[in-house]
Every structure is written in structure tokens, then in C-alpha cells.
């Protein structure tokens, strides 16, 4: 076989490829859980039927699968006075705000994604997080994917949205952001806006 037409090494590199923005962990502190744009969380992305929260980090997976549900009393004239949202096994969001009232933001805008934010990701050792993303051993991690990481970092802190309410004054060193808005039509909206570690 030619070296162009080799087999790939590591065939999770290029499962996860296009899905930064789409999916991505939220490993904090000693804690790692895979995370979508939709809210699905707890479930491993790139594994079928495999469960997507580590503890502690690089050892076993503890939760197969989870969801936020959140519940409130709305006065908006509708006769359903309570009401719920969220995901248990079935997801319950899709990607994007509520801009106004029956208004959705459009879930395949580009900047309706997961952002990942670290201040120090120009200096960081980042072989950790590239094995997690990647799902490959953290001997098997090479520079081009720690590049790949770094550079994803870079964007996300570039493209972070403010403007749309993201936070911007942080005294942590991660933040993850991911807008979700209820699946039925409702005026709910979620960020996963305030998940960070200590520095």
C-alpha cells in the first residue's frame, strides 16, 4: 500500500475531525463528561452504547448517561401552567437561544456550537485533553494533536460570543459554553455557561 493510500493510524482522529464545536468534553478538575450542542451529555460521541463520564480522569467510565431537566411555573395565558424541559434519555433541546418571543436562533448558524475556553492555552500542556477529545491513548497523542486542540482553543476564544450574553469576566480557567433551547417550542432556553474549574 502506498504511504498515500495508507490506513490511518488512529481512526478516531478523523471520527472527531469535524464534530469540535459539535460535541466536546467538559473535563474539569479530575472529572470528564462528553457533552453536544443539543444537550445530550454523559454518552461517549465516538463509542456505540458506551458510557461518556471518566472518573478519575484516564481510568473508568462511572455515568453511561444523564440529563438536565429544569421545571417552572409560567404565566404567559396558556392553561399548562407547569412546565418542564430538558433531556433524561431523550433529548429534550436543540442547539440555539430564543431571540424573542416564538423566535429561535437558527441551529445551523455556525456560532451555535460548544466553545472551549482556557486562558492558558498557548502555553498549556494539552496531551490530556487531545487523548480525551481524540479517544486515543495519551502515549499515542503527537504534536499535530495537541496543534489541533490548541489552535480549536484559539478559535473559541476569538469567536467566544459575548455578544450573545456569553460571560467575559472570569476568574477561572476553563469555561465551556453550550445554548440549548427547549425541543416543544417553549420560551426555555439553557447555558451551560457557569461549568469551570479553579485555577
Keep these: 500500500m502506498s504511504p498515500s493510500h495508507a490506513a490511518p493510524s488512529h481512526p478516531a482522529k478523523l471520527a472527531q475531525e469535524p464534530a469540535f464545536g459539535e460535541r466536546s468534553l467538559i473535563n474539569i478538575n479530575n472529572i470528564s463528561t462528553w457533552i453536544r450542542r443539543d444537550g445530550w451529555s454523559a454518552r461517549h460521541p465516538l463509542r456505540v452504547n458506551f458510557s461518556g ?3 478519575p480522569r484516564s481510568t473508568s467510565q462511572v455515568v453511561y448517561q444523564d440529563g438536565l431537566v429544569w421545571g417552572g411555573r409560567v404565566r404567559d395565558g396558556d392553561p399548562q401552567v407547569v412546565r418542564v ?27 451555535v456550537r460548544i466553545y472551549r475556553v482556557r486562558r492558558d ?3 498549556a500542556d494539552l496531551r490530556l485533553d487531545a487523548a480525551e477529545l481524540l479517544d486515543i491513548g495519551l502515549s499515542e497523542v503527537d504534536d499535530t494533536d495537541v496543534d489541533r486542540v490548541r489552535a480549536q482553543y484559539e478559535r473559541d476564544w476569538r469567536d467566544w460570543p459575548w455578544h450573545k450574553g456569553a460571560l467575559t469576566h ?6 465551556r459554553v453550550a445554548c440549548c433551547r427547549c425541543r ?9 455557561e457557569s461549568l469551570a474549574r479553579s485555577g
Design 53 to 55: 463520564t471518566t472518573f
Design 85 to 111: 424541559g430538558g433531556q433524561t434519555f431523550e433529548i429534550g433541546t436543540v442547539p440555539g437561544r430564543i431571540l424573542a418571543r416564538g423566535v429561535a436562533e437558527d441551529p445551523d448558524d455556525p456560532s
Design 121 to 123: 492555552y498557548q502555553s
Design 170 to 175: 472570569v476568574a477561572t480557567e476553563v469555561v
Design 184 to 192: 416543544q417550542g417553549g420560551g426555555n432556553s439553557l447555558g451551560y
